[in-house]
C-alpha cells in the first residue's frame, strides 16, 4: 500500500533511487524552462518514477502519466517530490491520489486485490 | 461555401510521436510541397488530399489542401515550432484544424487540444492508435468525449487506416459548416474569474490585432509576452493586468503558470475519466521496457549504438552507396566515352568533345552519384526516426554533446560526416532545434570524408612509409579536435541565443510505417536533385572551363597552361607560409573544390605523370615530409566540395551560408596549418 513520507523527506526529483515513485510537490524556478516542465505533464500532485539514468549517468528517464520522459539531472533538480515507498502496483494504473484509473475505486482493483494486503 | 466550389485548407497539428506523419501521408501522396514557413527555417509540408481519393469524389478531394504544423505540445511562445503552429492558425484561418491526439497518451494530447481550441477555428479530434488502446483492453466512448470537450472527436488508427472515412466526412462537415469548438473556458473559481476580467480589458485590442480573445486572454496569464507586444496595451493597462494575474496568484496560492497548468490537467482528468477506460496493460510500454533494458543499458547501450552505427555507415558507404554510386558512376563514363567515340566519329570539334564528357557527362555523374548514399542514409535515418530508437540515441549521447551545447542526436550527422558530407548534412533534418542543426552542419565538415582518403594515400605510400597509420590517425583526431573547439566556440560566442531546455519524450516503439519512409525518401532525394543539381553542374562547368582556356581564352594545350593553372600560380604565395606555394600545390587545392579526390588527379596531371600511381615518383621532388603534412593538413580543413556547399546553402536557408562557410574553413585551414607548418620547421631544425 502506498506510504507518504513528510515534507522533511522531500527530494528533488533527481535524488529519487533509480525504480523508485514520487509525488510532485513543487516545480521552482520561472520562465520557459519551467513553463516547459509544467507543459510535460510534471506539475504538483503527479504521480512520477525515475526510471533510469542513462549509461554516462546523465540525463534521466521519468516515467509520467503513461509516457517516458528525458530530463537533465541539473534540470530536474527544480521539481521536488515527496518520496512514495512500498509501492507495488503499476503506475500506469494510478491516477494522482492512489486510485485505480480503471475502476476509480481504492481497493477494487483486481490487481490490487492480487496483492497480499499489508 | 460547398464541396463542390470551395478550396479549404486543413491545419495539422498535434504532439510528435502521435502518428501525426503517417495520418498525413495517409491522406496525401507523391504530391507532397515541402518548403518553409515564411521567414524561419521550420518545415512546412502541405499537400492535396489526393490520398484520400478513395473516400471522396477525386475533385473535391484536390480542392482540400492539409498543411502539416510541426509537432509541438503547447501554444507557448518559447519554441520556434509553437510559435510558426499558433502564428499559421491565427494568422493564415485555415478552414479547420485537425487535431490528432495519441490515445495512450491522451492526457498530454488534450493538453494541447485545448488550447488549440481557443483559437476560435472549426476543430476536429482525431483520436489516434485505437487499435493500441484495444490490444490493451482499453476502450473509449467518443461521444462522451465530444460533449464534454466540446468538439467531435473520431476514433481512427492512421496505421491501419481504420476511421479516416468518418474522419473527412466529420471533417470536412465541420469545416463547410464553420462549427468552432463549444467549450472555450477550461478553468474554474479564481484563475475563471481573472480570465474573464482579462478578457474585458482587452477585449478591444485583441479585436483590433485580430487575435482570439479567449485565447490571448489565457495566455497573458501565463505572460506570454509575444502576445503582450501584439495586443499594445497602454501602461496602465498593463498594470491593471499584472495586479489581476497577482490577485488570483493570492487567491489560489500558487503561481499564474502552476495554476493554469492545475486548471487544465483538472479539466482534462474530468473528461478522460468519463470517457476514456484506461487499458488493463500496458503490452506496448512493456515491450519497449524491455527492448530498452539493453538499448539503454548502463554497459551494452553506447556499444550497440555504436555497433548500430557501423552497420549503417557499413553499408551507406561501403556496400550499397558505394556500390550503386560505382554503377552509376560506371554508367556515366561508358555513356561519355559512347558519346565521345560518336563525335570523333562526327568530326566535331575535340574542345565539343571535352565539354559534352569532362563537363556535362561528369558534372551530371557526379551529382547523379551521391544519390545512392543520400537514399540509403535516408532509409536508415527515417527508420531509426520511426522506430523511436533515435530518442535513445540523443538520451545515451546527451551527455558528451552538451559540451558543445548540442543534443545527442548530432552525433549522428558527425558520424556520417566521416562517409560523406554531402548526406551527413542532409541527415540534419532530424535535429529538432533549429540552434542544434545550424551548430551540427558547421562543424560536419570537419569530419575527414572518404574522398580526402586517396589524398592521403598518395601522400602516406610516399613520404611517410613508416608511419602510415598513425599520420592517417592524426589527421582524424586532428579534425575532431579542430571541431570540438570551433564547437565550443560557437556554442560561447556565436549562438549565444538560451539552447531550449533538453525535455524529450521517449516514445514507445513502433514499427516504421513504409509509406512514410517511401514518402520521405522521394521527398528528400526530389529536393537534393532540384537544389544541388543546377549548382554542382554550373561549378563543374565553370572548372572546366577554367581547366581548357588559357588567359586568352584559346584552347590550352596542356592543364599547366589554363586559367586554372594561371590563377593557382596566381594564389600560390598565399601558401609559402604553409609550405607549398608552388603553382602546382595550389591548382590541385583549388580542383578539390569539385571533388576531393580531384586533388590528386590534378596534381598527376600537373605534374606530367601518365598515371596517380605515378605519383609516387614526383611527389617526393616536390614536397617534403613536412611540407607534405601541412599540405595534408590542409586538404583536411579547407572549403568542403561544391556538392557539401550547395547542401548547406539549402539546409541553412540562405545561399550566402555556403561562400559564408567556404571562407571560414580556409581561413581555420590556413590558420592551423600555419601553426603546424611553423612549429614543425622551429622542431626540425633545432
Known sequence: MLAYANSMDNKSIDQLAPGSYGIIKRVEGRGAFRDRLLDMGLTPGTLVALRKAAPMGDPIQLSLRGYELTVRKSDAACVEVAPVSDLSVNPFRLSCDGRCVSCAKAGDCPEKKAEPQK | MSLEDGRFVIALAGNPNSGKTTLFNQLTGMNQHVGNFPGVTVEKVEAELSGAAEYMPKRAAERITLVDLPGIYSLSPYSQEEIVARDYIIREKPDAILNIVDVMNVERGLYLSIQLMQLETPMVIALNMMDELRANHGSADVAILSQKLGVPVIPIAASKKEGIGELLETLLRTAIEGERPKITDFCTGAVHRAIHALSHLIE??????????????????????????????????????????????????????????????????????????????????????????????????????FGVMAVIFWLTFSVIGSALSGALGYLFSVAGSAAT?????????????????????????????????????????????????????????????????????????????????????????????????????????????????????????????????????????????????????????????????????????????????????????????????????????IIWFLQSFDARLNPAAQESGSM???????????????????????????????????????????????????????????????????????????????????????EMGHWTAGLVMVIRQTAIAWAVTFAIYQIGLLIFSA
Open chain 2, 204 to 305: 478591444d485590442h485583441a479585436t483590433a490585432a485580430s487575435l482570439p480573445v479567449k485565447f490571448v486572454s489565457t495566455k497573458l496569464l501565463e505572460t506570454d509576452s509575444v502576445l503582450l507586444d501584439r495586443l499594445e496595451v497602454t501602461p496602465l493597462e498593463r498594470h491593471t493586468l499584472d495586479e489581476l494575474v497577482e490577485n488570483m496568484e493570492d487567491e489560489t496560492g500558487t503561481d499564474r503558470k502552476a495554476a493554469i497548468a492545475d486548471m487544465r490537467y483538472a479539466f482534462i482528468g474530468d473528461a478522460v475519466a468519463a470517457g476514456i477506460e484506461k487499458p488493463h496493460t500496458t503490452l506496448h510500454q512493456d515491450r519497449s521496457a524491455r527492448i530498452d533494458r539493453l538499448l539503454t543499458n548502463k554497459y551494452l547501450g553506447i556499444p550497440v549504438f
Open chain 2, 341 to 541: 567515340a560518336v563525335m570523333t566519329e562526327a568530326g566535331v570539334n575535340s574542345l565539343v568533345r571535352s565539354f559534352v564528357s569532362n563537363a556535362v557527362f561528369a558534372g551530371v555523374g557526379s551529382v547523379v552519384s551521391f544519390i545512392p548514399m543520400i537514399i540509403v542514409m535516408f532509409f536508415f535515418m527515417s527508420l531509426l526516426e520511426d522506430s523511436g530508437y533515435m530518442a535513445r540515441v540523443a538520451f545515451i549521447m546527451d551527455k558528451l554533446l552538451r559540451k558543445l551545447g548540442l543534443s545527442g542526436r548530432s552525433i549522428i550527422p558527425m558520424i556520417l560526416g566521416f562517409g560523406c558530407t554531402v548526406p551527413a548534412i542532409m541527415s540534419t533534418r532530424t535535429l529538432t532545434s533549429e540552434r542544434d542543426r545550424r551548430i551540427t552542419i558547421l562543424l560536419t565538415p570537419f569530419m575527414s570524408c572518404t574522398a580526402k582518403l586517396p589524398i592521403y594515400g598518395a601522400f602516406v605510400a610516399v613520404l611517410f612509409a613508416q608511419w602510415r597509420g598513425l599520420i592517417v590517425l592524426s589527421l582524424y583526431v586532428l579534425g575532431i579536435l579542430i571541431a570540438v573547439i570551433a564547437g565550443v566556440v560557437m556554442n560561447r560566442f556565436v549562438f549565444r541565443g538560451n539552447p531550449v531546455p533538453f525535455i524529450m519524450e521517449l516514445p514507445t516503439y513502433r514499427m516504421p510505417n513504409l509509406r512514410t519512409v517511401g514518402l520521405l525518401l522521394w521527398n528528400r532525394t526530389k529536393d537534393f536533385l532540384q537544389r544541388a543539381f543546377t549548382v554542382i553542374f554550373v561549378a563543374t562547368i
Open chain 2, 564 to 650: 586554372l593553372a594561371a590563377i593557382g600560380g596566381f594564389i600560390a604565395p598565399f601558401f609559402s607560409p604553409l609550405g607549398f606555394g608552388t603553382g602546382i600545390a595550389a591548382t590541385a587545392i583549388l580542383s578539390g573544390f569539385i571533388a576531393k579526390e580531384t586533388v590528386i588527379s590534378s596534381l598527376a596531371v600537373l605534374t606530367g605523370v601518365p598515371t596517380v600511381m605515378a605519383l609516387e615518383t614526383v611527389l617526393p621532388t616536390i614536397f617534403t615530409p613536412l611540407t607534405a603534412y601541412s599540405f595534408l593538413v590542409f586538404c583536411l580543413l579547407y572549403t568542403p566540395c561544391v556538392a557539401a556547399i550547395s547542401v548547406v546553402s539549402r
